[in-house]
């Protein structure tokens, strides 16, 4: 990986970055994720949350199917059924900042995605936006904004 020269990235729609890991793959939510969701839902924001969250060390998340080895609960046939108002976890992956080191990316990202070294290159500009919109949507999680 060098992020200088850019890195090619583009999502072939697998589904590995749906299903969970334990804590690494858990789908945290800002306020703002859960008011875009439960809008495109056309249902309360607490009814949502009731719905389709679950709450660890105090923070909101995605539900996971148990019976399908942690799945999102809106991944069906390996495809988001919620693409257009996913939470931003998923659509700044997988250039979250504790990704962006060389062991990470080819010993757990390039290895999972199949999307990494597909589609066109992204510049470095486009990565360090990826990783500060990641970083900042961190900050409002644990600060539940």
């Given at each position: 990986?060098?992020?200088?020269?850019?890195?090619?990235?583009?999502?072939?729609g697998?589904?590995?970055?749906?299903?969970?890991?334990?804590?690494?793959?858990?789908?945290?939510?800002?306020k703002?994720?859960?008011?875009?969701?439960?809008?495109?839902f056309?249902i309360?924001?607490?009814?949502?949350?009731?719905?389709?969250?679950?709450?660890?060390?105090?923070?909101?998340?995605?539900?996971?199917?148990?019976?399908?080895?942690?799945?999102?609960?809106?991944?069906?046939?390996?495809?988001?059924?919620?693409?257009?108002?996913?939470?931003?976890q998923?659509r700044?992956?997988?250039?979250?900042?504790?990704?962006?080191?060389?062991?990470?990316?080819?010993?757990d990202?390039?290895?999972?995605?199949?999307?990494?070294?597909?589609?066109k290159?992204?510049?470095?500009?486009?990565?360090?936006?990826?990783?500060?919109?990641?970083?900042?949507?961190?900050?409002?999680?644990?600060?539940k904004?």
């Amino acid at each position: 990986m060098d992020i200088e020269k850019g890195i090619r990235f583009e999502c072939q729609g697998s589904g590995n970055c749906c299903v969970s890991r334990g804590t690494y793959g858990f789908v945290y939510l800002s306020k703002k994720d859960i008011k875009k969701l439960s809008d495109g839902f056309k249902i309360t924001e607490q009814n949502f949350v009731k719905n389709y969250c679950q709450k660890t060390d105090g923070f909101i998340h995605l539900k996971e199917l148990k019976k399908n080895n942690g799945n999102c609960i809106f991944l069906k046939d390996n495809k988001c059924t919620v693409y257009k108002s996913r939470p931003i976890q998923c659509r700044t992956w997988p250039f979250w900042p504790e990704n962006m080191n060389t062991k990470t990316w080819n010993n757990d990202i390039a290895k999972n995605c199949p999307g990494v070294g597909k589609g066109k290159v992204k510049t470095k500009k486009e990565i360090l936006k990826q990783v500060q919109i990641d970083y900042e949507n961190e900050l409002n999680i644990r600060n539940k904004n």
